[in-house]
């Protein structure tokens, strides 16, 4: 079956970095679009960010442009997220999630088939 398992979450100070990984299994990696999510507490779920079957195009959330980056690499059938410049409204369990796509695979809104447990990410002013 289908797994997605985030790490490298923790506690960091603000202003700090933290790079999350996703390694996915149980899939051809290749053949999904990926993407973050993340969920505050008492918050509805966030878009992050999504990367293309390649790798080749991306998108991001308004409030984390410029400061996060989404990648991927295929051949290790792992999707990461570099965050830099974190800020303590940054603080959610951060998600990752993968979907066949089709045209519209990088609009914020669009439908991924599976999901991760999460990550918890922590950032203290």
């Known amino acids: 079956q289908v797994q997605l398992v985030e790490s490298g979450g923790g506690l960091v100070q603000a202003g700090g970095s933290l790079r999350l990984s996703c390694a996915a299994s149980?899939?051809?990696?290749?053949?999904?679009?990926m993407g973050w999510f993340r969920q505050a507490p008492g918050k509805e779920r966030e878009f992050v960010a999504t990367?293309?079957?390649?790798?080749?195009?991306?998108n991001y959330g308004d409030s984390v442009k410029g400061r996060f980056t989404i990648s991927r690499d295929n051949a290790k059938n792992t999707l990461y997220l570099q965050m830099n410049s974190l800020k303590p409204e940054d603080t959610a369990v951060y998600y990752c999630?993968?979907?066949?796509?089709?045209?519209?695979?990088?609009?914020?809104?669009?439908?991924?088939?599976?999901w991760g447990q999460g990550t918890q990410v922590t950032v203290s002013s």
């Open positions: 149980g899939l051809t990696f290749s053949s999904y679009i």
């Open positions: 999630a993968a979907a066949r796509g089709g045209r519209d695979w990088a609009r914020p809104e669009y439908k991924y088939d599976y």
């Open positions: 990367i293309s079957w390649s790798g080749s195009s991306t």
